[in-house]
């Protein structure tokens, strides 16, 4: 919680008052002037009384099936109890306000009764959710701190009176609980107890649990500090930094200690957790009207799901009726699942293919004694790993065959391949076959890739746009820099340019951070771009940015669906015939015109739309140039018709709308 002083907005509405009356002696007015400031008076100190005295200091924000979050002013805390208020299971103190009281607080998502949203003084938003899926004995609420500038450190601490505190990292002098340690603000990392005898231990998880049956989890990708001070509470804090550092974290309650740990850290990385996560935030989506749509998951959560036993992945015997409303499950929902050619060194796959003889599966080189088959060792994703001999045609159909399989078993359509770059000969300075020199890997990879079927995504091309596949563009920062959003457009061109029409970009707003868009206008911006895309992708959900950018969301998306698609598909069409791009630079319509060579913040959707967005920080108006003098430009969003060959200049752009123009015949 930000540390700052909070308004506390007058409860007075503004009215008028029409008296109607057109002659009044002076006497009435003096008498009436009176009364007026009598009533006024009366009227204010009823005010500050309801203000001060009678206003309660506690209410209820959210409600679930058995506990509840409540705002209390007073002591300027977040508290869950049960609904009878006979158990209090965890307070948290979200900050160090002054003497000043803050006010009542107001849900800002008041249409959702899942969700509690509150700017604090514009200082940072607080954005709650209930999560209910999980056993009908568990809740949690997920909270989430954005501070809307940069010097803003959210501290946020939990009470240890009459609650016993376990969990978070080991310290020198371990206590059990963790109730009698001190420990300073400093960053949550392991370090060497020798060297620092007053940090954090070897074994660190972002996970406590209460004996009041409370479980806190923080979330991984966002630094925190943590200090803890015995026998009164322990406290997450953001550093002060340039950047806007979310706090975020989920709090879960349950009947005791005992179940609420064994639901929640027992399930960790289970079959189970991948499959309420991907049914929860399913449900957020069809809450927020976006069902319409593929959740990608990555490599780690589909080798979690395929790891299932397939009895137990359908078939498992339920004790809620609620459960049994959830199956099939997965197979309900429209998921892409994530795959590469490479295995760990310590699954049982790659021991039982040694195990088998079957060492030619994987990349190898024969021992110069007795020349057996050695494979080659490489680093995926942090792990030892060998990679998949795509030569071997043994291989590439055991291979094959994995695929289908997890495909029949989890009911998935859409695949994505990734890993095929890297190649363990060149990075052991080793020397490859012939076979695998250069980029060879990548080209056999999409060949494979397109056997799968043409729902197919891989993550690298080379001499592979012959064929029906999507590419998925990389990563980009979310900025305003050419790594960011301006790098979008010269992206798209260069992609289309080389016969790659159909790919997936980066995530609205930029994914390479890991972490949550925090820029409304980048967000908004970026989202025009994308509508105009073959497909509109997301890492933060567009709800996490609010009302404002969730319905502009959803206005996007029908655009797309209505106008955008169906012209991709109609110069998809002559790309396969003609070899056209579907996406071109201004310079096709106009090849001799030596402006539109450098242009690359307009594109044409084949020869008939001009998309000219803004990608400029703070502007909302651009200069747009219209190439081809033999035709006309009309702007879509206001019916305005320009000569081609015209620069525009500050053409108005506002924040909600994107620069469209159709082409025209002269």
Same mark, same amino acid.
């Given at each position: =919680? ?119 003084? $514009? ?36 009470? =240890? ?40 231990? $070897?074994?660190?998880?972002? &996970? ?40 975020? &974290? ?39 009207? +976006? ?16 790891? =299932? ?5 359908? *078939? ?83 291979? +094959? ?71 998925? =563009? ?170 081609? *060959? ?5 053409? $108005? ?14």
């Amino acid at each position: =919680m930000p540390h700052t002083r909070t308004r506390n907005p007058s409860p007075i509405p503004e009215v008028t008052w029409d008296s109607g009356l057109k002659e009044m002696n002076e006497t009435w007015k003096g008498a009436v002037a009176c009364l007026g400031v009598a009533i006024f008076f009366v009227m204010t100190i009823g005010i500050i009384y309801w203000q001060v005295v009678d206003q309660p200091s506690k209410n209820w924000i959210l409600k679930g099936s058995f506990s509840g979050l409540i705002w209390d002013r007073r002591t300027h805390s977040l508290i869950i109890q049960t609904l009878t208020e006979d158990k209090t299971f965890v307070e948290i103190d979200v900050g160090n306000f002054p003497a000043l009281e803050v006010s009542f607080v107001k849900n800002l998502c008041w249409l959702n009764k899942t969700e509690f949203c509150y700017t604090w003084d $514009s200082i940072a938003d607080l954005k709650i959710s209930l999560e209910s899926e999980y056993s009908p004995g568990t809740e949690c609420y997920s909270i989430h701190w954005i501070p809307l500038h940069c010097q803003v450190d959210l501290k946020d601490c939990f009470s =240890m009176d009459n609650i016993s505190w376990y969990g978070g990292a080991g310290v020198r002098a371990q206590n059990w609980p963790i109730n009698n340690v001190n420990i300073a603000l400093q960053p949550f990392v392991v370090s060497n107890l020798r060297n620092n005898p007053t940090g954090f231990g $070897s074994v660190l998880e972002r &996970y406590f649990l209460g004996s009041s049956g409370v479980a806190l989890f923080i979330a991984q990708d966002i630094p925190v500090h943590i200090s803890i001070d015995s026998r009164k509470h322990f406290c997450l804090q953001t550093h002060l930094s340039t950047e806007l550092v979310p706090l975020q &974290y989920m709090v879960c309650v349950g009947n005791n200690i005992k179940t609420v740990h064994q639901e929640l850290l027992a399930n960790a990385d289970s079959g189970a957790k991948v499959e309420r996560e991907l049914r929860t935030f399913f449900n957020r989506l069809k809450r927020h009207k +976006l069902e319409e749509g593929v959740i990608s998951i990555n490599e780690h959560s589909t080798t979690i799901l395929s790891d =299932m036993d397939h009895e137990s992945f359908y *078939g498992r015997k339920k004790s809620t009726l609620r459960h049994t409303r959830d199956l099939p499950r997965v197979k309900l929902l429209n998921i892409s699942i994530t795959l590469s050619p490479y295995t760990s060194v310590d699954t049982r796959q790659f021991q039982t293919s040694l195990q088998e003889g079957r060492e030619d599966y994987w990349l190898s080189l024969p021992s110069k004694t007795d020349g057996y088959l050695v494979p080659l060792l490489t680093k995926w994703k942090g792990k030892f790993s060998v990679k998949l001999n795509i030569t071997n045609h043994a291989a590439v159909n055991w291979f +094959l065959d994995q695929v289908s399989s997890l495909q029949a078993k989890l009911g998935v359509e859409y695949i994505t391949l990734e890993g095929g770059e890297g190649n363990p000969f060149t990075e052991q300075a080793l020397e490859p076959p012939k076979t695998l020199a250069g980029d060879e890997y990548i080209s056999l990879f999409a060949e494979i890739a397109a056997k799968i079927g043409n729902s197919s995504i891989i993550t690298a091309g080379t001499r592979s746009n012959h064929l029906p596949l999507f590419v998925r =563009m990389s990563p980009l920062q979310s900025d305003w820099s050419y790594s960011g959003i301006k790098g979008i457009i010269p992206s798209i061109l260069h992609y289309s340019l080389l016969g790659y029409n159909f790919f997936i970009p980066d995530a609205v707003g930029g994914s390479l951070s890991s972490e949550l868009v925090t820029d409304e206008e980048l967000f908004i911006r970026w989202l025009q771009i994308a509508t105009f895309l073959p497909v509109i992708s997301f890492w933060t959900p567009p709800w996490m940015c609010g009302d404002r950018v969730l319905n502009l969301t959803r206005s996007y998306i029908l655009k797309h669906q209505d106008s955008v698609v169906p012209l991709i598909i109609q110069y998809a069409e002559e790309w396969v015939s003609q070899g056209r791009p579907v996406f071109r630079p201004v310079w096709w319509i106009s090849p001799d015109d030596p402006v539109t060579y450098t242009i690359d913040d307009e594109f044409l959707i084949g020869d008939e739309m001009l998309v000219a967005p803004v990608t400029e920080r703070g502007e909302v108006q651009r200069d747009i140039y219209l190439p081809g003098s033999e035709y006309q430009w009309m702007d879509t969003n206001n019916g305005k018709v320009f000569d081609g *060959g015209t620069l525009l200049e500050n053409y $108005s752009v506002p924040l909600e709308e994107v620069a469209v123009f159709q082409r025209r015949c002269s």
